[in-house]
């Protein structure tokens, strides 16, 4: 199983940006797919933006053109970003990293808390 430390959240007034970061205790070449999710409050978990080992993006249609997903790779670590930008009160939630490795294991970060004021 892959450990992932999430880092970035925190509370912002709508409008405003947070950058997410998630770091992956693996190398790239044990993973198949990373992404982000998120959670409100009496709302199921949701894909928020996904990367494949390709580099093949996906994004929630509520998020396309605001949010941005990126990844970096270092030897035996990976570390994927979620910039979030014109942040809406809808956007406030529970924010998960996911990895899934090439066993198809499923990993999930300790979550970051994003409230975003009105």
């Known amino acids: 199983q892959v450990q992932l430390v999430e880092s970035g959240g925190g509370l912002v007034q709508a409008g405003g940006s947070l950058r997410l970061s998630c770091a992956a205790s693996?190398?790239?070449?044990?993973?198949?797919?990373m992404g982000w999710y998120r959670q409100a409050p009496g709302k199921q978990r949701e894909l928020v933006a996904g990367?494949?080992?390709?580099?093949?993006?996906?994004?929630a249609d509520s998020v396309e053109g605001r949010f941005t997903i990126s990844r970096d790779n270092a030897k035996n670590m990976v570390y994927l970003h979620l910039q979030m930008n014109s942040l809406k009160p809808e956007d406030t939630a529970v924010y998960y990293c996911?990895?899934?490795?090439?066993?198809?294991?499923?990993?999930w970060g300790q979550g970051t808390q994003v409230t975003v004021s009105s």
């Open positions: 996911n990895a899934v490795s090439t066993w198809g294991i499923n990993s």
């Open positions: 693996t190398s790239i070449f044990g993973i198949n797919s």
């Open positions: 990367i494949t080992s390709g580099g093949s993006i996906n994004y």
